[in-house]
């Protein structure tokens, strides 16, 4: 496993951007897939997107798909959440995972460590 820390979350008026970035620790990163999920309150954890362990293959919730993008930079142990055009309906914590089969996964029980969340918020 791999210990994550998530930044970046914030407010935002509606139409703005924001980058999530995640830290991990350990020298295995680059052998990890990786995840960004969301959660509101009342409702199930949500994926967003995912990127495998090169960051050639990346893939995408179709609610955020033309708006959010995904990236890793294996030489800072880092995954980025690029998030533009920002909507009320993204409002959430987000999460950072590392799935250790390299592939990345919507599926959260792929995912054997998780950050603590950051807190996203878009004002209308």
């Known amino acids: 496993q791999v210990q994550l820390v998530e930044s970046g979350g914030g407010l935002v008026q509606a139409g703005g951007s924001l980058r999530l970035s995640c830290a991990a620790s350990?020298?295995?990163?680059?052998?990890?897939?990786m995840g960004w999920f969301r959660q509101t309150p009342g409702k199930e954890r949500e994926f967003v997107a995912s990127?495998?362990?090169?960051?050639?293959?990346?893939y995408y919730a179709d609610s955020v798909k033309g708006r959010f993008t995904i990236s890793r930079d294996n030489a800072k142990n880092t995954v980025y959440l690029q998030m533009n055009s920002l909507k009320p309906e993204d409002t959430a914590v987000y999460y950072c995972?590392?799935?250790?089969?390299?592939?990345?996964?919507?599926?959260?029980?792929?995912?054997?460590?998780w950050g603590q969340g950051t807190q996203v918020t878009v004002s209308s």
């Open positions: 990127i495998n362990w090169s960051g050639g293959t990346t």
């Open positions: 350990g020298r295995t990163f680059s052998s990890y897939a």
């Open positions: 995972a590392a799935d250790p089969s390299r592939y990345g996964s919507s599926v959260g029980g792929a995912y054997d460590s």
